[in-house]
Nanobody, 116 residues
Framework: QVRLVESGGGLVQPGGSLRLSCTDS????????MAWYRQAPGKERELVAA???????HYADSVKGRFTISTDKVRKTVYLQMNGLKPEDTAVYYC??????????WGQGTQVTVSS
């Protein structure tokens, strides 16, 4: 069974940076097709960034140029480097598979709060 574990969130001032990490402790999901999602209070969960084949990336328009998704196949970990954070980036961030790799199960997520 997939066991997604996200970490790295926290409280940061506008303009700051955070790096999120995600592992599948059950080693089921392939890091070759992974994505980060987020859910802000009162809003639907949305796709933030995805990576396939270890190199092809896709970003939501709202984070392009600020966020970078990457993978470490040795550590079987997916990262989300977030720079230039804005208050509207405040949300709980989750990872999951992307496309056919997606699983209808979620980890606990990691809270990101951007506030002065």
């Amino acid at each position: 069974q997939v066991r997604l574990v996200e970490s790295g969130g926290g409280l940061v001032q506008p303009g700051g940076s955070l790096r999120l990490s995600c592992t599948d402790s059950a080693n089921i999901l392939s890091v070759n097709a992974m994505a980060w999602y987020r859910q802000a209070p009162g809003k639907e969960r949305e796709l933030v960034a995805a990576i396939t084949g270890g190199a092809r990336t896709h970003y939501a328009d709202s984070v392009k140029g600020r966020f970078t998704i990457s993978t470490d196949k040795v550590r079987k970990t997916v990262y989300l480097q977030m720079n230039g954070l804005k208050p509207e980036d405040t949300a709980v961030y989750y990872c999951n598979g992307y496309g056919s790799v997606f699983r209808n199960t979620w980890g606990q997520g990691t809270q990101v709060t951007v506030s002065s």
